[in-house]
């Protein structure tokens, strides 16, 4: 069955600081892998999304996520993180079928420290 | 841009009142989605529909119904509303092709009383 695992449930990086957010997926076959983010009291807000090719994908809010299929991961990555970058991260992995819903992993809220 | 609009940011209902949520997207999407977000659950998935009239059940689709009458409107029922149905309620929309990401509304936090 698919699934989407993201291990940690709430992180905290002081502002400045790099951040890495883990994902991981279980799917039988090549995924559609996205990194959604959701400010309090907001709806989800795509910041990117993988199908094929480049392994690195470039988002929005100066954020990448690098695919690794050896290790079924699809890690969110930002340099130096930002007071507003506090929000909930939400990963997915969509099935190569059109018409059907993603799955999505319980989140890792992320806290920024000044 | 595309827009989602649910037609309530806070409801506040009664046990075993039927409840209505409202979901319209402006961007002619086929794809049209409802989730539940739950602390600690993340999303789940309620119910989706690819096509006006047509609907598919997700992973927790009990006690709950939907009708899409419309291309642009997908409504979540609540026949008869229960307390552990208080939750915040999602909805999304997103093009038939596969790359389409979804794009979702802000959310309606529903409680029931």
């Known amino acids: 069955a698919q699934s989407v695992t993201q291990p940690d449930i709430h992180i905290t990086v002081s502002e400045g600081a790099s951040l890495e957010l883990r994902c991981n997926y279980s799917?039988?076959?090549?995924?559609?892998l996205f990194w959604y983010v959701q400010s309090p009291g907001q709806g989800l807000q795509l910041l990117l999304k993988?199908?094929?090719?480049?392994?690195l994908v470039q988002g929005i809010k100066g954020f990448e996520a690098e695919f690794k299929r050896s290790q079924s991961s699809f890690n969110l990555r930002k340099p130096s993180v930002h007071w507003s970058d506090a929000a909930e991260y939400f990963c997915?992995?969509?099935?190569?079928?059109?018409?059907?819903?993603?799955?999505f992993g319980k989140g890792t809220t992320l806290s920024v420290s000044s | 841009d595309v827009k989602v609009t649910q037609s309530s940011r806070y409801l506040v209902k009664r046990t075993g009142e039927k409840v209505f949520l409202e979901c319209v997207q402006d961007?002619?999407?086929?794809?049209m989605f409802w989730y539940r977000q739950d602390p600690g659950l993340g999303l789940r998935l309620i119910y989706f529909?690819?096509?006006?009239?047509?609907?598919e059940k997700g992973d927790i689709p009990e006690g709950y119904s939907v009708s899409r009458e419309k291309k642009e409107r997908f409504s979540l029922i609540l026949e008869s509303a229960s307390t552990n149905q208080t939750s915040m309620y999602l909805c999304?929309?997103?093009?038939?092709?596969?790359?389409?990401?979804?794009?979702f509304g802000d959310g309606t936090r529903l409680s029931i009383l």
């Open positions: 999304a929309s997103s093009l038939p092709d596969r790359f389409g990401p979804q794009h």
């Open positions: 799917y039988g076959a090549t995924p559609y």
């Open positions: 993988y199908f094929s090719g480049d392994t």
């Open positions: 997915a992995v969509g099935a190569n079928q059109a018409g059907t819903a993603l799955i």
């Open positions: 961007m002619d999407h086929e794809n």
């Open positions: 529909s690819y096509d006006v009239k047509m609907k």
